[in-house]
């Protein structure tokens, strides 16, 4: 007859279970930091991903609707003083404007006022997507708020602009502009609308507008050591973005230029 302690089993001894216990730690570590390290780096290919779907559908809306500027105008040099300029500087070009929507300038966000006629022959739309119809006029006011550029749009005149406009473009840190303007030799310079205004004597002619635009991408970056790019230079200005406008958390971020000729503005 076979004893008991023949068919004894023997266990893990205390120091085994421990080793064990703690090989099972470094493993769950590795692939956990391997997972946040992928979610990372997917998540930034998204932002960026993002932004370019921002650059190719918003900013070309917004770039093809500054061509027409001063569309429909019998007077093809514009400046601040031009009646019904395609650039809105000042009460001169639409004398109902309120002061709040006229183009100008600021710390992170300059403000861009165009308006045009439809005189294509075909209807078109404003950049609220209302239709215009042959022969009725528009006047558009592009701004950034609450961290996106926005428009608004008025088909009844410069008093009709609101405030309360649509969306063109989500997660933009800062909007500016530039005016190309040529004097009487056709030389081009771009300058700020402050710069233009206090140009003395002659306003020079508007015949472009430059844009730079800072994106952000729609998703805060996580597991990162280093804080995301904050510094960057937009039409020649050094911006530094610090959770501006209300956004904490890193994003990644990309500079947008572009430079915009008037079809409807020439030198003479």
Do not use: W
């Not at 089993?9 to 730690?25: V, Y």
């Amino acid at each position: 007859m076979k004893s008991l302690n023949q068919h004894r089993q023997q266990g893990f001894t205390l120091i085994e279970l421990m080793i064990s216990i703690t090989l099972g730690l470094l493993v769950i570590a590795i692939a956990s930091q391997i997972y946040l390290t992928s979610y990372s780096t997917n998540t930034i290919q998204k932002s960026s991903s993002d932004i370019t779907a921002s650059n190719i559908f918003g900013i070309q809306q917004v770039e093809s609707h500054v061509r027409l500027a001063n569309l429909g105008n019998e007077i093809r040099q514009i400046d601040n003083t031009t009646p019904n300029g395609g650039i809105v500087l000042s009460q001169s070009n639409a004398p109902s404007i309120k002061t709040d929507y006229i183009t100008s300038g600021g710390s992170l966000s300059d403000r861009l006022t165009i308006q045009f006629r439809n005189v294509t022959g075909d209807n078109i739309f404003d950049c609220e997507g209302s239709g215009i119809a042959v022969g009725d006029s528009v006047i558009e006011s592009y701004y950034l708020e609450d961290g996106h550029l926005k428009c608004d749009a008025s088909q009844a005149g410069a008093s009709g602009l609101t405030g309360k406009g649509g969306t063109l473009i989500k997660g933009v840190d800062v909007f500016s502009i530039r005016l190309g303007v040529q004097d009487k030799t056709g030389n081009t310079a771009y300058m700020t609308t402050a710069d233009y205004l206090a140009f003395a004597g002659t306003k020079p002619v508007i015949t472009s507008v430059k844009m730079g635009i800072l994106l952000r991408g729609n998703q805060p970056i996580t597991n990162v050591t280093d804080t995301m790019r904050k510094n960057f230079q937009v039409l020649g200005t050094e911006v530094t973005v610090d959770t501006t406008p209300n956004v904490s958390g890193n994003f990644v971020r990309s500079v947008y230029e572009s430079n915009t000729y008037l079809r409807n503005a020439r030198l003479n």
